[in-house]
């Protein structure tokens, strides 16, 4: 069973950066970040390829964020810059054990999908 272990999060001002990271016990291929916020369903937020090295991102954060991927250490990391008041949310980081769906699940996240891993969560709060 894979571990995921998250670290990053916290508060910060709009206009503001946080890096989250995880790293997880077991490598599969795609491997990301989804977020949640009160009232909201989850959603896919960036995801990382392992076997073609591409990303995925969702539109509300291209261009802010960054994912990166060090596949040695089974790691993620997201560089999230200018924080808006919209990103407030539990962020989990996620990984597929399905290996043929690389990021698909991301783009097209259902909660009945069984074959994701999850992290823990990491708060982001986005406040003046």
């Known amino acids: 069973q894979v571990q995921l272990a998250e670290s990053g999060g916290g508060f910060v001002q709009p206009g503001g950066s946080l890096r989250l990271s995880c790293e997880a016990s077991?490598?599969?291929?795609?491997m990301g970040w989804f977020r949640q916020a009160p009232g909201k369903e989850r959603e896919g937020v960036s995801c990382?390829?392992?076997?073609?090295?591409?990303?995925w991102y969702a539109d509300s954060v291209k261009g802010r964020f960054t994912i990166t991927r060090d596949a040695t250490k089974n790691t993620v990391y997201l560089q999230m810059n200018s924080l808006n008041p919209d990103d407030p949310a539990v962020y989990y980081c996620?990984?597929?054990?399905?290996?043929?769906?690389?990021?698909?699940?991301?783009?097209?996240?259902?909660?009945?999908?069984?074959?994701?891993?999850w992290g823990q969560g990491t708060q982001v709060t986005v406040s003046s």
């Open positions: 996620a990984t597929d054990t399905n290996f043929s769906n690389r990021c698909l699940a991301w783009k097209h996240y259902v909660d009945s999908y069984h074959l994701m891993r």
């Open positions: 990382s390829s392992s076997s073609d090295g591409s990303t």
């Open positions: 077991v490598g599969y291929d795609g």
